[in-house]
C-alpha cells in the first residue's frame, strides 16, 4: 500500500505489489434494455483495473496501447456484484502485460462465474509522455507480504 514517504524505485517487482480486486454492483445505467451490462462498460471497468495495476507495477504515468483476446462469456445483469481482479502478467521494456479477469456473484444464489476475460498491453510513460523502462517482473510471489 501507498505510504507518505517516496522510496527508491526497485529494479524488480512481484506480482502480489500490483495486484487489484475491485468490486461494485452492476446498476442500471450500465445495462441495455434487457438488463445485461455493456460490453463497453465492462471495458472500462477492466482498463480502470489494468490501469491501476500498471501504475504499481511502474510508479509512472501509463497508457493502454493493445487490448487482446477480449472474451465477453457470460452476461453480467443489474443487481450482480463484479469482481475485477488485475495481475501483472509480464513485463518487456516499457510495456507491460495485465491480464484481467471479471467475476459475477449473484448473491442471492451464491453462484460465481467469470464473465470476461483480455490481456491488456500497457506502456510506461515519463513526465513527458514518452515510454520509460519499467521494473522487470520476479518470477515468484513474494511470500513476506
Ligand atoms: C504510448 C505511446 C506514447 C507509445 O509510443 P510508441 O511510439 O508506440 O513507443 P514505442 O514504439 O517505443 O513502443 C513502446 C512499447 O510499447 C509497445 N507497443 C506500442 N504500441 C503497441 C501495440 N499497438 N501493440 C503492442 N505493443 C505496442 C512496444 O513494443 C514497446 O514495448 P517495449 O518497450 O516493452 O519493447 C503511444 O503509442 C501513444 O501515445 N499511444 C496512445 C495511447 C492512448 O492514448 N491510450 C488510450 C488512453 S490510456
Redesign the pocket.
Known sequence: MPTNSTPTKPNVKHINESQVVTQLIAQPKDANTIGSVFGGTIMYWMDMAA?ICARRHSNLRV????VKDVQFKEPIKVGHVVIIAAEMEKT????MSVRVKVQLEDTYTQITKVAALAQF?I?G?NES???SAVPALAETRNTSQ
Open positions: 490501469a497508457a493502454t496501447v493493445n518487456v521494456r516499457t510495456s498491453l506502456v510513460l509522455g514518452k515510454p
